[in-house]
T-cell receptor, first 113, second 116 residues
Framework: DSGVTQTPKHLITATGQRVTLRCSPRSGDLSVYWYQQSLDQGLQFLIQYYNGEERAKGNILERFSAQQFPDLHSELNLSSLELGDSALYFCASSVGGKSYEQYFGPGTRLTVT | GNSVTQMEGPVTLSEEAFLTINCTYT??????LFWYVQYPGEGLQLLLK?????DKGSNKGFEATYRKETTSFHLEKGSVQVSDSAVYFCALSDPVSNFGNEKLTFGTGTRLTIIP
């Protein structure tokens, strides 16, 4: 158990819909990262927050957004969903700064039908 | 930009065989290097890491040495077990990042199956 929790574990929704994925980092970790794992793209970095502020953006679509709240949990919002958004979405956390170890949650499997 | 090239899979070995999974990287500066493992239906677990040249990371019988001259971080294990069956990812952290930005760049993953 990494200490990172993600909800829900599975999500099935229809095209055009909007969903919210939730992540709680390990106790004491200030950085939260979101990654997408799909068969064709592999593991791709989406976005990072550090202590409530956005720090880095990767291959994140404009239809996707995220935020980190004062209690440090994070939410990833996916809107206008398309079939190609079906993937595993992982959240990871780290202490931040020069600590490069990231601890991953179990993931949310999103299926868009 | 940064990139990680990983040995294509899948790899199938017999129990107690020697394992090598190749990983090479491209990065500016001196990245930290990682191996993550993903068991079926689970998230990624950090297996081992190395933060500077010639460092050797080790855990659970797995080892990898950070080779700056060959830009490599190959994963090895002397005697694999059925329980080692999983997908293995090589990754690097952005070495020229600003404070608080340590995103990981992953290889494509290598699926390892160990048969009894």
């Amino acid at each position: 158990d990494s200490g990172v929790t993600q909800t829900p574990k599975h999500l099935i929704t229809a095209t055009g819909q909007r969903v919210t994925l939730r992540c709680s980092p390990r106790s004491g970790d200030l950085s939260v990262y979101w990654y997408q794992q799909s068969l064709d793209q592999g593991l791709q970095f989406l976005i990072q927050y550090y202590n409530g502020e956005e720090r880095a953006k990767g291959n994140i679509l404009e239809r996707f957004s995220a935020q980190q709240f004062p209690d440090l949990h994070s939410e990833l919002n996916l809107s206008s969903l398309e079939l190609g958004d079906s993937a595993l979405y992982f959240c990871a956390s780290s202490v931040g700064g020069k600590s490069y170890e990231q601890y991953f949650g179990p993931g949310t499997r999103l299926t868009v039908t | 930009g940064n990139s990680v090239t990983q040995m294509e899979g899948p790899v199938t070995l017999s129990e107690e065989a020697f394992l090598t999974i190749n990983c090479t990287y491209t990065a500016t500066g001196y990245p930290s290097l990682f191996w993550y493992v993903q068991y079926p239906g689970e998230g990624l677990q950090l297996l081992l890491k190395a933060t500077k040249a010639d460092d050797k990371g080790s855990n659970k019988g797995f080892e990898a040495t950070y080779r700056k001259e060959t830009t490599s971080f190959h994963l090895e294990k002397g005697s694999v077990q059925v329980s080692d069956s999983a997908v293995y990812f090589c990754a690097l952290s952005d070495p020229v990042s600003n404070f608080g930005n340590e995103k990981l760049t992953f290889g494509t993953g290598t699926r390892l199956t160990i048969i009894p």
